[in-house]
């Protein structure tokens, strides 16, 4: 029988010798991060824009090597990747996810864009994206919803794209069908509702929009008893323009530009006449 003291003694000797061994284990490396669709994120779960889809996007914008792009939900970066490589553009995306967020970058990095594309960790509700040219999202209609304001009270003429989902009753300029899935665009537009005091050479009428989005109807006032509704009146970004039937049957289509409170632009009348015009908002 072994005494307790001899057991100690060979146990403690056996763990020594047993020591290097372990500590000569090499360490299992992590394993890289790889997004799974269908995971969860802060407020959708992760499904990847079909690559054509991503193109129809692009392409409906009418981006160019002229405009900032910003991915909202950027995902693995795709979008942003396409922006740069292929139209040119320069583009951020936002995303969440720091775990995505870094895989995406990786994706801008080994698609050799990195100097025109990248991805930022950040929250959307919380991100300044104000200097963007063109937006592009796949969120989800609430989502849309409660950056709907955000996105209005950006510079007019603003390109927005979406995904699959809508901004209710912000009706889009254009939508495209693509394989069963949909794409939709909407322009900024400006804000002319209201009264504005309309010049043109000697004239000087009271001209009124009513507005709700990129729909606007307008009147002109050429007296306190004469009001003449405009014909065809039309916005879209900053862009405006209508046509009007004056005091003596002669229609006049105007076309201008809209800047901080001023619009300023050119007439034709059917008679072959021509004129400039501008208005100032009251």
Avoid: C
């Amino acid at each position: 029988m072994i005494s307790p003291v001899r057991f100690a003694a060979a146990l403690a000797a056996a763990l020594l010798f047993s020591l290097p061994a372990a500590a000569q284990t090499p360490a299992q490396p992590a394993k890289p991060y790889e997004p799974q669709v269908g995971q969860p994120g802060k407020d959708v779960i992760w499904v990847p824009t079909p690559d054509e889809v991503v193109d129809r996007m692009l392409t409906m914008a009418q981006v160019t090597k002229d405009d900032l792009v910003y991915d909202l939900g950027a995902g693995n970066g795709k979008i942003a990747i396409a922006a740069a490589k292929k139209f040119g553009a320069r583009a951020i995306g936002i995303e969440y996810n720091p775990d995505m967020a870094r895989y995406a970058q990786g994706n801008v990095e080994a698609a050799g864009v990195a100097e025109r594309a990248k991805i930022l960790q950040g929250d959307i509700f919380a991100t300044n994206f104000s200097e963007a040219t063109v937006v592009t999202m796949y969120l989800l209609p609430a989502l849309n919803m409660k950056l709907r304001p955000t996105i209005l009270s950006m510079r007019p003429g603003t390109r927005i794209v979406s995904h699959s989902f809508t901004m209710e009753d912000w009706e889009p300029d254009e939508t495209s069908v693509f394989d069963g899935r949909r794409a939709y665009f909407w322009v900024v537009p400006a804000n002319v509702a209201g009264a504005w005091q309309f010049e043109s050479g000697a004239e000087k009428y009271e001209l009124n929009f009513e507005q709700r989005f990129q729909k606007i109807e307008g009147s002109m006032s050429f007296s306190p008893l004469l009001q003449a509704g405009l014909r065809d009146a039309r916005l879209r970004g900053f862009h405006i323009g209508f046509t009007l039937v004056d005091g003596n049957g002669v229609a006049k289509t105007y076309a201008g530009t809209i800047t901080e409170g001023r619009m300023e632009g050119g007439w034709r009348a059917d008679n072959g006449t021509e004129g400039r015009w501008t208005a100032t908002k009251k």
